[in-house]
């Protein structure tokens, strides 16, 4: 076992990781230095692929405001979300987004040199910024991904996975224990200060825009340490995800697309929105995709479609040069014919519980980005939302950390010490492969936990969990990046249908068709992992007495 310290560790290379180890690095010299790790290559993550856009309230867009956007957040969040974050990320918006053009992030503009905005779903207003036409995260991503790289007081580990936090007995976090993919090899670091930017848990569901890292392992990292979890049950479900036979992980068709005039019609070609929404294809997100779901269940079809043939063709391949060039090579010429599209998960809104400057229920340890649930998108997140939210937490984290001493931990406790000693050298385990075992999860996840739920679906997931569990039998140390990612992904799962089986409505993402009514007193949902021990307790002992009694 190799040992070493940082000042501050971040995991993650997404947009808030590598944007936050930036700020972090210009803002205060960090004697022990920063360390960026990263389970894969540099910048792979969900925010490479992002499309549509961020959100910009940008000074200079007279038609827009911050209480516009504040307006529509609320609105889309149905009820969730929490009023003073919408208003912190808002009228942050302007100065991250400045900021990102000094770290070379470009955004599109006019003839003029102004940006451009476009419009998404659930947006009053135009103030999507974006980047290569249809490009954004990659865009993004990339000009970060330079300064990182170039950056002498940045150390990055690549293909290393993150495995355990270490937490002590005064339930602070003094460093991370990681897996090299590559060499095989564990290194316990200590920092006293972790900050988890991991992204997703798209990966988790049969269907998902997201690429094969968004295994939710910062969620069940900072879960099996006793971090609070918060609103695990709101999953956000894409309406148009291209649905080509075979594909799984599915390319994304930008809700950006109907902002630009594209309808949706069904297997006969008749457009359907106006049953569902007076915005019709702009109605936020659920709606939308709950109506392409409905569409697809009552015509047993495969798929619906978007007809974007009525968008001038020049315009369309100006735009939307990525999708394109992707539908044609998949035979489809998106200026004459119509795009096949289904729903996919796409985005999680709960998270590991967290304040605006990351601080989660765990001294010393942190949450940025997707990872983390700060209460902004409720349930139900407004596009492009979620890139905003990346930059200004990052900003936000980075400007708390400057404040404290980074010292890493003089004295490890006995709690720490049984932590690596899980890991250690002498533990000698069989591989297993967990292929098959990931692909029962993701169909258990899409039927059980998905788009519709009731308490028989998720009770007849959850069975089929733990199922799963106890043939994998790992708990802590794992042989392969693959088994690590499944020992999370069944964790996140659990948590995901144990929250959704507590909300007893209907909200935003979360739809139960057994609770259709939104219950106006119903607030977030808490998870920790005792509560959800408990809460399993108490389901097998109210099933024993049925069984008894039926
Ligand atoms: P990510 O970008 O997912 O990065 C997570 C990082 O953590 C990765 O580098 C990963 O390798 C690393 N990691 C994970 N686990 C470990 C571990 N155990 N050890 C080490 N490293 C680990 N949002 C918008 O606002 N606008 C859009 O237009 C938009 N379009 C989207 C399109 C698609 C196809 C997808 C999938 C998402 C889109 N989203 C969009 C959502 C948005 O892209 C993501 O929510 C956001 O990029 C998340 O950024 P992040 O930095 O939190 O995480
Ligand atoms: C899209 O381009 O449709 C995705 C936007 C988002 O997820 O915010």
Redesign the pocket.
């Known amino acids: 076992m190799k040992y070493s310290k940082y000042s501050a560790i971040i995991?993650?290379?997404?947009?808030?990781?590598?944007y936050a180890a930036l700020k972090l690095e210009q803002q205060t010299h960090l004697a022990d230095g920063i360390l960026l790790?990263?389970?894969?290559k540099?910048?792979?993550?969900?925010?490479?692929?992002?499309?549509?856009?961020?959100?910009g309230v940008l000074k200079e867009n007279k038609k827009d405001s911050t209480s516009s956007h504040i307006s529509d957040t609320i609105k889309a969040g149905a009820g969730l979300s929490e009023l003073n974050t919408v208003k912190f990320i808002s009228e942050n918006s302007d100065k991250v987004i400045k900021d990102l053009l000094n770290f070379g992030v470009e955004f599109d503009r006019d003839e003029n040199n102004n940006f451009t905005f476009t419009l998404?779903a659930a947006h009053s207003v135009r103030r999507?910024l974006?980047s290569g036409g249809d490009a954004?995260?990659r865009m993004i991503?990339e000009a970060l991904a330079k300064k990182v790289s170039e950056n002498a007081n940045i150390d990055i580990y690549e293909d290393?996975?993150?495995?355990e936090l270490l937490v002590n007995m005064a339930n602070e976090c003094k460093g991370v224990i990681?897996f090299n993919d590559i060499t095989q090899e564990y290194e316990v670091i200590y920092s006293s200060a972790v900050v988890l930017?991991?992204?997703?848990i798209?990966q988790l569901y049969k269907y998902?825009?997201?690429?094969s890292?968004?295994?939710g392992?910062?969620m069940a990292?900072a879960y099996f340490a006793g971090a609070v979890m918060q609103d695990m049950e709101f999953v956000q479900f894409?309406p148009t995800a291209l649905a080509i036979d075979g594909d799984e992980n599915r390319?994304?068709i930008?809700?950006?697309v109907r902002g630009e005039g594209a309808k949706l019609v069904d297997s006969d070609g008749i457009e359907f929105m106006h049953k569902y929404h007076e915005k019709r294809e702009l109605a936020p997100r659920d709606i939308v995709t709950r109506a392409n779901y409905n569409e697809m269940l009552s015509q047993k079809a495969d798929n619906v479609y978007l007809n974007a043939t009525c968008i001038d063709s020049d315009k369309l391949a100006k735009r939307f040069p990525n999708i394109s060039k992707k539908c044609l090579e998949n035979g489809i010429d998106i200026s004459k014919d119509f795009i096949p599209v289904a729903p996919a998960a796409?985005?999680?809104m709960g998270g590991i519980k967290t304040n605006i400057e990351g601080e989660t229920s765990i001294r010393g340890l942190y949450a940025?980005?997707?990872?983390?649930s700060t209460g902004l998108h409720g349930g139900n997140r407004l596009?492009?939302?979620?890139?905003?939210?990346?930059v200004v937490c990052?900003y936000e984290v980075a400007n708390f950390l400057k404040t404290k001493e980074l010292n890493p931990p003089k004295q490890i406790d006995v709690c720490i010490k049984d932590i690596i000693e899980k890991y250690s050298d002498e533990i000698y385990l069989e591989e297993i492969d967990v292929t098959e075992m990931k692909k029962s999860l993701k169909n258990i996840m899409w039927q059980g936990a998905g788009i519709f739920r009731s308490e028989e679906t998720l009770k007849n997931a959850l069975d089929a969990v733990d199922n799963l569990k106890m043939n994998f039998h790992r708990t802590a140390k794992c042989i392969s990046k693959s088994e690590?990612?499944f020992r999370?992904m069944l964790a996140v799962a659990e948590m995901v249908i144990i929250s959704a089986l507590r909300r007893r409505e209907s909200r935003g993402a979360h739809f139960r068709t057994d609770y259709l009514q939104t219950d106006e007193k119903s607030r977030h949902s808490i998870l920790t992992k005792t509560s959800l021990y408990d809460i399993k307790k108490s389901l097998n002992s109210e099933r024993a007495e049925d069984s008894l009694y039926n």
């Open positions: 995991i993650g290379s997404g947009i808030a990781g590598m790790i990263t389970k894969s540099l910048g792979e993550s969900n925010s490479r692929y992002a499309q549509g856009g961020m959100v998404e999507v974006h954004t995260g991503e290393t996975v993150a495995v990681v930017a991991t992204g997703g798209g998902t825009t997201n690429p890292g968004a295994t392992d910062g990292l894409h390319f994304l930008s809700e950006a796409h985005y999680m940025i980005g997707e990872a983390a596009a492009s939302n979620s890139l905003l939210e990346c990052a690590y990612e999370n």
